[in-house]
């Protein structure tokens, strides 16, 4: 569904990602794991065309959209949540998750979101802002589920969490998982990833130096510890 060969990406003058090369495939759950300052989330703003210099190729089911705009990437069917969240302060919850336009049939509708997010019906008419950060978590990807993009990157969405919300965050990925969705995840909390990823992606220093089937994690434990300071 993804493919990423060679990606390279700067602010400014630093170089951060250095001929990046990954896939997600169509309905996977897919983490790129590695410390602070590795290049991850560089990577995800990368692909959505969030940085002003980037070189290489990022193919969204075969189409180039390495010099897409960002608006053109959206439209193409991926969504971005950020780790910031980006919930607008001056909206209520209903008004936030109703402001991205739907670009394409298959994205779940109100009451499917009310579902899933039963605090977001609860909280429809408080200000965004107002919500706790679990609710806001899931304000933000509740909108994202609403527009009908199939592939979703996540950046952190534990972070910063209490533990019930936690484990609450990672059974809607699993749900959405389930409904189709695919999802490319950038995470800090390893335990959480592991239990929800078809396969893992280590990065350091803006390269890819392992790619990790999640069934293969118990054997590469030692190297995953040394690598990440688990």
Known sequence: MLEV????????????LHGLDFEVREGEVVTLLG??????????KSIMGLLPKRTGSVKLRGVELIN??????????????PEE??????????????????IAPGGMGIA???????????????????????????????????????LLLLDEPT???????VQQIGLMIAEIKRRGFTVLLVEQNFRFAAKLADRHYV???GQ?????PNHQLEANMEALHRRLGI
């Open 85 to 102: 969240r980006g919930i607008f302060s001056g909206l209520n919850v209903q008004e936030n998750l109703m402001l991205p336009p739907v």
């Open 5 to 16: 060969k060679n990606l390279n990406a700067w602010y400014d003058e630093s170089h951060v």
């Open 112 to 150: 499917e979101i009310h579902t899933l997010f039963p605090n977001l019906k609860e909280r429809a008419k408080s200000p965004g802002t107002k919500l706790s950060g679990g609710e806001q978590q899931m304000l933000a990807i509740a909108r994202i589920l609403r527009t009908g993009a199939k």
């Open 159 to 165: 972070e910063g969490l209490a533990p019930v919300i």
């Open 208 to 212: 890819v130096v392992d790619m990790i």
């Open 68 to 81: 897409a705009r960002p608006d053109i990437i959206g439209r193409a069917g991926i969504g971005f949540c």
């Open 35 to 44: 410390r602070n300052g590795a290049g991850k989330t560089t990577a995800l």
């Open 203 to 205: 990065v350091e220093h």
